[in-house]
C-alpha cells in the first residue's frame, strides 16, 4: 500500500485518479524534498484557486512551476491538462478537499515515498495501490510466511518478534483493512512458531507498534517513544 495514495483516497481522490491525473505527470529532481513539495504544493493551491476559475490553463500549469525554481516540471502533458480539466470542474466539496490536502499537514504526514512514487525519476517505481483482503490472504501472507520460514531455517529463531503497523506516521496501513492484517500477521506467526508465542505485548508509542515474545522470553518494560520518521524503515516494517 503505497502513503501517496491512501492520503489522495483520504480526501476522497482515489487510485483510478491518481493514476489518471497525477502518477509520471510531474517529475521532480529529489535534490531537495522540502522545497520540491513546496513547489508542488503551491503550484496545486493555485491551480484550484476559485477565483481564478476558466483562466487556469496548461501554460499556467508551467509557469507556476518554473517560478518555483525547484526544478519540478510537467513531462507528460495529456494527464497535466487532464488535470487543469479535472480542478476546474472540481464541486465545491472536492475544491475544499483539495484545499486541505495541499496545506500545511502535507509536511508532516507525507514521507520521501511520495515524491520517488508519483514524481520520481525511477520509472519503475509507481502506486502500488489498495490490495484486497483475498489478496493479502491468499498471495502476500503466503509469500511472506515462506520467505520468514528460510531466515528461520537458516538463522533459527528469533528473540523477538516486533510489528509495526506504518499506520500513525506513514499511511501504508489502509485502516479498515488493519484488523484483518494484524489477525493472519499473528496467524502466520502461531504457525512459523508451532504455537508457541506468548500474549502480544503493545507498545505505547504514536506507531502503535507492538511486540510479539516466544514462550519463554522475557522482555523489559517499554518506554514510550516516538517512533523514526523514516520512508525505508516504515517500508521495512510494512514487508515483514
Keep these: 500500500f503505497d502513503p501517496s495514495v491512501a492520503f ?11 493514476e489518471e491525473h497525477f502518477f ?4 521532480c529532481p529529489k535534490q531537495d524534498e522540502d522545497a520540491e513539495l513546496e513547489a508542488l504544493q503551491e503550484a496545486m493551491l493555485e491551480l484550484a484557486d476559485r477565483k481564478l476559475g476558466e483562466l487556469i490553463t496548461l501554460d499556467h500549469l508551467h509557469y507556476l512551476l518554473r517560478r518555483s525554481m525547484s526544478g519540478c516540471r510537467v513531462i507528460n502533458t ?16 472536492q475544491h475544499d478537499a483539495w484545499d486541505v490536502m ?11 515515498d511520495f515524491l520517488e512514487a ?15 483482503p ?14 520468514l520460514e528460510s531466515i528461520i531455517k537458516t538463522h ?25 492484517i494484524q489477525s493472519e500477521a499473528f496467524l502466520m506467526l502461531r504457525r512459523l512458531f508451532h504455537g508457541d508465542i506468548a500474549p502480544v505485548r503493545f507498545d505505547s508509542d504514536v506507531a502503535n507498534e507492538f511486540r510479539v515474545l516466544p514462550a519463554g522470553v522475557k522482555a523489559a518494560p517499554l518506554a ?9 524503515s516504515s517500508r521495512a516494517a510494512q514487508d515483514a
Design 8 to 18: 489522495f483516497e483520504a480526501h476522497g481522490f482515489d487510485y483510478t485518479w491518481v
Design 24 to 27: 509520471r505527470t510531474f517529475r
Design 78 to 93: 495529456v494527464k497535466a491538462e487532464r488535470l487543469v480539466e479535472a480542478v476546474k470542474a472540481f464541486s465545491s466539496a
Design 102 to 112: 495541499w496545506h500545511e499537514r502535507i509536511f508532516e504526514d507525507w514521507t520521501g
Design 118 to 132: 508519483l514524481v520520481g525519476q525511477d520509472a519503475d517505481t509507481s502506486p502500488r495501490g489498495i490490495l484486497t
Design 134 to 147: 483475498e489478496a493479502i490472504r491468499n498471495k502476500e501472507v503466503p509469500r511472506l510466511e515462506r520467505a
Design 156 to 180: 533459527g529463531r528469533p528473540l523477538l518478534v516486533t510489528v509495526s503497523r506504518s499506520q500513525s506516521a506513514d499511511h501504508y496501513l489502509p485502516p479498515a483493512l488493519a484488523p484483518m
Design 224 to 232: 514510550p517513544r516516538r517512533a523514526p520518521h523514516s520512508p525505508t
